[in-house]
């Protein structure tokens, strides 16, 4: 039965699907974002600061920290600049792809260079977080990637080859995740509280949802309560289970983990 990782604001955990059993891997660096998988590691970014946190968010320095396949932790690594509101990461083409929306910009690592790349430019005055890029898919020869926009959002399409923009997709309100299927594109569309398809496919969510995985039988969802900023750490998020018709099977609480920030299927 395979188990599911989580990062919340406080923890990453670990989800079991069969017994709903819930165990702690790592505490004391939230807020945990992204969750991805190299060859060696799993690989969470970890922000170092709470959205309630005391410490602006100019003074943020996050790290990347590593995992065995026992889920012990056996390393970080640290960017030689800030890692500044890190979202999701993604292990793709043998480099780490890191989303930094403080500074509008990505971050890619291939082991020993650390690019920076501004997708639709440099912002050259406060604020610098523009379009709150949060999200990746990668397909083919293209990068689809989620700009929150701080309202609308929509997908940009950019060239695998030159990262030249290609199209840009309108979707979704506040919005995290992009996944795709067939040629419908999906969010979590945040602000409005569901989920959004370019086909005009939506579900209800009834919360602020935001970290999705798929199984063979089911698809998870993490979902987030509605709160001022200030605050949002100190609720109980939640894990909807749905069946393959997003039929709701049944809901899992965190009791005092703050936000749902990503989600990740392991086996």
Known sequence: MPCLLITTSFSILKLDLETSEISTIHRGYGLYYGITRSPRYYMVAARRRLVSSEIPIEKEDGVILLFNSKLKKV?????????RDMHEIKWYDDKLWITCSYENMIVIFDGKNWIRWYPLGKPEAEPFDKNHFNSFLFEKDSLYLLAHNRGDSEILEFSLKNLELK????????????????????????????????NGWEVYTGGFPRGIAFSDKNIFLGVSEFTERKYRDFTDGKIFVYNKNWILEREIILKKE?????????F
């Open 75 to 83: 390393g970080e690594i640290k960017a030689p600049f800030p890692l």
């Open 167 to 198: 199209r840009r997709i309108p979707l979704g309100n506040q919005a995290h995740n992009i996944w795709k299927k067939g040629d419908v594109f999906y969010t979590c569309s945040s602000g409005e509280g569901k989920l959004r398809g370019t």
């Open 258 to 266: 703050g936000l749902v920030l990503d989600l990740f299927l392991i």
